[in-house]
């Protein structure tokens, strides 16, 4: 028998599919946004944007930016009992509301 592939996308149809009216790449604001620090935001996952983009499992999840890294931020979200820094691109991200 073949091993079964455990990529970083496996498990992702439902959860990276974009409706047929969504598809493509958003607008250049999404990419545009700025955070301060200190500042809750959601990652959502952009699946037309590949640079940047965070593991399907804190897709959902929300944080506080700590920082910047050149284009990318520093979020900070807590794993269970563990802290954890992501480093994601601001088209993955959305102010809490």
């Given at each position: 028998m073949v091993k079964r592939?455990?990529?970083i996308r496996?498990?992702?149809?439902?959860?990276l599919r974009k409706k047929p009216r969504n598809r493509g790449i958003k607008s250049i604001t999404r990419a545009l946004q700025e955070f301060k620090e200190g500042?809750?935001?959601?990652?959502?996952?952009d699946s037309a944007m590949h640079k940047?983009?965070?593991h399907i499992r804190f897709h959902g999840h929300t944080g506080k930016v700590e920082g910047?890294?050149?284009?990318s931020y520093l979020v900070g979200i807590n794993d269970g009992?563990?802290?954890k820094t992501?480093?994601?691109?601001?088209?993955h991200l959305?102010?809490?509301?």
């Open positions: 592939s455990k990529g496996s498990k992702s149809r439902q959860i500042e809750s935001v959601n990652i959502v996952i940047g983009m965070p910047k890294q050149g284009e009992k563990k802290h992501l480093i994601i691109r601001p088209e959305r102010r809490v509301k």
